[in-house]
């Protein structure tokens, strides 16, 4: 059993920063692929970032690329969101997920294990 807890969300106005943390215990985390998925109220879940388990190999989804960077400490088992330059429509609730494998694509289906998600509101 994997668990994964989410950290750093919270409001912050247009234009600002945050960094989301993702603390995994239960499983070999550098064995995997890690990535960041969010749902914005009324929308299904959307794919947002991806990091290979190493950290050599890295995605985005288009909306976040040169805003977001997803990052990863395996000695402390933990992966990070940087979102700069934030906007409205990146209000959503944020989810961190382990992948299968060791790396991954934006679809849900390539992750085993979930968070509980962190709320980001970008005021306007």
């Known amino acids: 059993q994997v668990h994964l807890v989410e950290s750093g969300g919270g409001l912050v106005q247009a234009g600002g920063s945050l960094r989301l943390s993702c603390a995994a215990s239960?499983?070999?985390?550098?064995?995997?692929?890690m990535g960041w998925f969010r749902q914005a109220p009324g929308k299904e879940r959307e794919f947002v970032a991806t990091?290979?388990?190493?950290?050599?190999?890295?995605y985005y989804t288009n909306s976040v690329k040169g805003r977001f960077t997803i990052s990863r400490d395996n000695a402390n088992n933990t992966v990070y969101l940087q979102m700069n330059t934030l906007k409205p429509e990146d209000t959503a609730v944020y989810y961190c997920?382990?992948?299968?494998?060791?790396?991954?694509?934006?679809?849900?289906?390539?992750?085993?294990?979930w968070g509980q998600g962190t709320q980001v509101t970008v005021s306007s």
């Open positions: 239960g499983r070999t985390f550098s064995s995997y692929a």
């Open positions: 997920a382990t992948a299968r494998t060791v790396v991954a694509g934006p679809r849900e289906y390539e992750y085993a294990y």
């Open positions: 990091i290979s388990r190493k950290g050599t190999n890295t």
